[in-house]
């Protein structure tokens, strides 16, 4: 899975993805909130992405609270997540 951090009208970075359970994942660079360097993200809202190929949050800096960009999460999906979904929810599929 690939992880990205978008920070708002910047271009998204790739950053390393946290383990399994992990609350925050780290960035690399400056918090654009507090200037604080090597800062953490949290993601809220999330939901599937408009290209329904990953989902997206808002990013919340752990330093300083500030709503900082978004985080994009790339499963790698074949069908689409909301097609993935579907399927592991148990909707009958119709082929
Ligand atoms: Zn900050």
């Known amino acids: ?3 990205i951090f978008k920070p708002e ?3 998204g970075i790739e950053i390393p ?3 399994d359970g992990s609350p925050d994942a780290s ?3 400056v918090c654009p909130g507090c200037g ?3 800062f953490r993200v949290r993601g809220e809202n999330c939901r599937i992405a408009a290209d ?3 989902y997206e949050s808002n990013a ?3 330093c300083c609270a500030a709503i900082v960009g978004v985080l994009r999460a790339e499963p790698g999906t074949i069908f689409g997540l909301t097609e993935d979904e579907a399927v592991l929810n148990g ?3 119709v082929y």
């Open 17 to 19: 993805t946290p383990p």
């Open 52 to 54: 329904d190929r990953a």
């Open 91 to 93: 909707r009958p599929r």
């Open 36 to 38: 604080a360097g090597g």
């Open 9 to 11: 009208g910047g271009a």
């Open 1 to 3: 899975m690939r992880v």
């Open 27 to 29: 960035v690399p660079g």
């Open 60 to 62: 919340r800096a752990a």
